[in-house]
């Protein structure tokens, strides 16, 4: 069975005051089989990764090489250095502010796995691919590009992540979830790779989400800053069947 994983993308939101509200969501996590990352920006991964042990804390990007000429860049061995486990790699927002492309993606996971960090990798359509029917083609091309080759469930999770959805409250449907997942999944290199669904997850959708097929958890936003919802989302993690 692929890991069941609960991660939060805090994005760029979380002052070293915000570390209160981590050891709240730490302190009920750890139960039911899922994994909960938790990834703040840079400034609090050393802070974070030193507090507990029931959540695992990961960056939220990585420079593809070791060290060097690179101002204001991260390595995925800082990372790893500060304790992170896990990087997310690929987010539609870097991919759009930043240009980052598929391949810029695969060289990204390829430095993680020689930090021994898992890589989070995100893909997903924007609207107008949606509407123009091209869903499945681009998550596809994605997930064939941002994947170095020998990608297996212990060093990479995949999570779409229709750009549509993401901050909008406008959650994709389990239909639609359902049927990208399903097609995901027949093109993992590892069919034990964890599927991740991300987008407006919220505790009043989380239920229904985990319960579509191939759904292995969630990456959240914004519900996943403020303990209470993170904690409800993650409870209805373990509740859904594995
Ligand atoms: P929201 O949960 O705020 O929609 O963000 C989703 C996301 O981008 C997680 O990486």
């Not at 990479?156 to 750009?163: M, T």
């Not at 959805?165 to 995901?184: D, K, N, Q, W």
């Not at 590892?190 to 319960?211: K, M, Q, R």
């Amino acid at each position: 069975m692929p890991r069941r994983i609960a991660a939060g993308n805090w994005k760029m939101n979380g002052l070293i005051a915000d570390l209160a509200e981590a050891d709240a969501i730490a302190v009920g996590a750890g139960h039911g089989g899922v994994e909960v990352v938790l990834c703040p920006p840079a400034t609090l991964v050393a802070a974070m990764a030193g507090r507990f042990e029931s959540v695992a804390v990961g960056g939220q990007d990585c420079h593809a090489t070791a060290a060097g000429a690179h101002t204001g860049d991260i390595s995925a061995r800082m990372l790893a250095d500060a304790g992170a486990r896990f990087v997310i790699l690929g987010h539609s927002e870097r991919r759009r502010d930043h240009r980052e492309t598929s391949a810029d993606v695969a060289a990204k996971v390829s430095a993680a796995w020689a930090a021994g960090l898992c890589a989070i990798v995100c893909l997903g359509e924007t609207e107008a691919e949606r509407d123009a029917g091209r869903t499945l083609e681009v998550v596809a091309a994605q997930l064939a590009q941002s994947l170095p080759p020998g990608a297996d469930a212990a060093h990479v999770v995949v999570a779409y992540e229709p750009v549509w959805a993401i901050g909008t409250g406008r959650v994709a449907s389990p239909a639609e979830i359902g049927a990208v997942h399903a097609h995901l999944r027949a093109l993992l290199p590892d069919p034990e790779i964890a599927l991740l669904y991300g987008g407006s997850v919220a505790p009043g959708n989380a239920a229904d989400i985990f319960a579509v097929p191939e759904v292995n958890g969630a990456l959240v936003g914004g519900a996943s800053l403020k303990a209470q919802g993170f904690l409800e989302i993650i409870a209805a993690l373990a509740a859904a069947r594995p």
